[in-house]
């Protein structure tokens, strides 16, 4: 059975509790969308094969005027799940577009590499701001989102503070190429 890193996204939300597609994307949004996004256009075709499997399955929610569903894992799903936590990770990927922009940066003037740097430094304040926000409303939660939140806060502030420290280097080297 092959499912996608989406499909255990989706496993691992419902495996909290039952929810429709709408509230996956919305958890998502607000958590591992900072290291592993995934949009409608992913999470409602994996529903669809994750029901097709028997991992998943979904009721109408009478509650809804939408007629959505409500997905909650079956005892396969239970299993799947389980079976993945205890694999080893297969993929690492960190999706930046201020670091591909610096990379593809290559013929640049110093201060136009200053800029991408600013603004990748400045992105990860930002990232910073709404990780500390989302920690506030949590308050004690589960150990599991304290350490991640702790990880993206403490990468994105070691990412802004190496994204000033190139910019200083490179304002320095500019000064010392001026006075030259």
Not at 77 to 89: A, I, K, S, V
Not at 109 to 130: F, K, Q, T, W, Y
Request: hydrophobic share 35%.
């Amino acid at each position: 059975m092959e499912i996608s890193p989406t499909g255990y996204v989706v496993l691992g939300i419902l495996n909290w509790q039952p929810r429709t597609g709408y509230e996956i994307k919305q958890l998502v949004d607000r958590s591992t969308r900072f290291f592993w996004a995934a949009s409608y256009g992913q999470i409602y075709p994996e529903l669809k094969r994750l029901s097709d499997q028997r991992l998943v399955s979904g009721k109408a929610d009478l509650k809804s005027a939408r007629g959505r569903k409500v997905y909650r894992l079956t005892p396969k799903g239970h299993r799947e799940l389980d079976r993945w936590m205890q694999r080893p990770p297969e993929t690492f990927e960190m999706r930046n577009e201020g670091l591909l922009k610096l990379f593809l940066a290559t013929g640049d003037s110093p201060e136009e590499i200053a800029r991408h740097l600013g603004e990748m430094g400045g992105n990860a304040d930002d990232v910073v701001a709404r990780l500390r926000e989302i920690r506030e409303e949590l308050g004690a939660e589960q150990a599991s989102d304290q350490l991640c939140l702790r990880f993206g806060i403490e990468m994105n502030e070691w990412i802004a503070g190496w994204c000033q420290r190139r910019q200083r280097e490179l304002a320095g080297a500019d000064t010392k190429k001026r006075a030259a």
